[in-house]
């Protein structure tokens, strides 16, 4: 288990979010990325979700009073899956760009496929 404060951890996202290409970012519409300490006690070793709808998704009235979409980063998982800094800051960014690619409309599966998984 590596343990990073909630300061290092929520700079480690940030970090991750500096390596997405802006042309990708600039894409992202309507969203707000979160840390929370912990997932639901439903689904304890969740890494990540988004909650939203994808842009696959969207008509033209979605807009209408929408609230940002959510993209959560749950730090509790990901550090006691790490053995060590390096690889938990590597798998923050996968999280990160896993749960981006869910606000483009793209699948688990696809993402696996991909190694996004």
Do not use: K
């Not at 696959?56 to 509790?76: H, N, Q, V």
Request: aromatic share 6%; proline share 6%; net charge negative.
């Amino acid at each position: 288990m590596v343990e990073l404060t909630r300061v290092e951890f929520e700079e480690a996202v940030g970090d991750a979010l500096d390596a997405v290409p802006a042309d990708l970012l600039d894409l992202l519409d309507n969203v707000v990325f979160l840390v929370e300490d912990e997932p639901p006690s439903d689904d304890p070793d969740l890494l990540g979700i988004y909650e939203g709808t994808p842009l696959t998704e969207r008509d033209s009235g979605w807009a209408a009073g929408s609230l940002p979409d959510r993209i959560t980063i749950f730090r509790g998982p990901l550090q006691r899956m790490c053995t060590d800094r390096e690889e938990l800051l590597e798998e923050i960014a996968v999280t990160v760009v896993h749960e981006i690619a869910h606000h483009f409309g793209i699948g688990d599966a696809a993402l696996h496929d991909l190694g996004w998984g």
